[in-house]
């Protein structure tokens, strides 16, 4: 009995050092290729600038998208589109939906909602 047990306590040995030095060996590969990686410089890659309409092309865009709406009076001033007036509250989101889409720099809503 004490020479099967000095047996399987060999073979236990055996194995167990055999699956230590196998995970060992990716261990080392894991982390070597997690170095690599993070070594690895990620150049960001450049946005598109933001596309500001000019002040000309911007007026007569709003001259346009404002004819729709009588109560509404528009001004641009350095890409800044300035609402004053009177609108229905079905008729808001049409009107800055077609302003927005003219790429003002902003849009100062001072309307009176009826």
Do not use: W
Not at 24 to 53: H, L, M, Y
């Amino acid at each position: 009995m004490n020479r099967l047990n000095f047996k399987i306590l060999v073979v236990g040995l055996l194995f167990s050092t055999g699956v230590y030095v196998t995970s060992c060996k990716s261990k080392t590969k894991d982390e070597s290729t997690q170095a690599s990686a993070d070594t690895t410089a990620v150049t960001p890659v450049p946005s598109a600038p933001v596309e500001i309409a000019a002040d000309d092309a911007l007026t007569t865009g709003v001259k346009d998208a404002t004819k729709d709406h009588p109560g509404v009076n528009a001004t641009v001033n350095n890409g800044e589109i300035t609402l004053t007036g009177n609108i229905e509250r079905s008729k808001l989101p049409d009107l800055m939906q077609t302003l927005n889409s003219l790429k003002p720099k902003k849009i100062n809503n001072q309307l009176t909602i009826k």
